[in-house]
């Protein structure tokens, strides 16, 4: 049974950081593929960061140099480092993970909300 359970998200002022979790269970990362995505609202979700099939990363431009995704293989645990947080950066992100051969994930965990005010 695939879980995933996304924390650190919270409230933080711009120009501030946070580090989200993503725990994963019944998710192999070599035949899984994860990444983060976020849904602010009335938009609908688009992808942050994840990783590619070969293993290297992918970021919206929106992310680039801002945010990194990283995983723990030994902890089953994916992050995604955001700093510089901006305003618009404000939404709930979830974690998602997909087969190889899928497009778009199959499984998704809860979501967290981050919201950037001052």
């Known amino acids: 049974q695939v879980q995933l359970v996304e924390s650190g998200g919270g409230l933080v002022q711009p120009g501030g950081s946070l580090r989200l979790s993503c725990a994963a269970s019944g998710i192999i990362f070599s035949i899984h593929v994860m990444g983060w995505y976020r849904q602010a609202p009335g938009k609908q979700r688009e992808l942050v960061a994840s990783f590619t099939n070969g293993g290297s990363t992918n970021y919206a431009d929106s992310a680039k140099g801002r945010f990194t995704i990283s995983r723990d293989h030994a902890k089953n645990t994916v992050y995604l480092q955001m700093n510089s947080l901006k305003v618009e950066d404000t939404a709930v992100y979830y974690c998602?993970?997909?087969?190889?051969?899928?497009?778009?994930?199959?499984?998704w965990g809860q979501g967290t909300q981050v919201t950037v005010s001052s």
């Open positions: 998602g993970a997909r087969r190889l051969t899928a497009s778009t994930p199959n499984y």
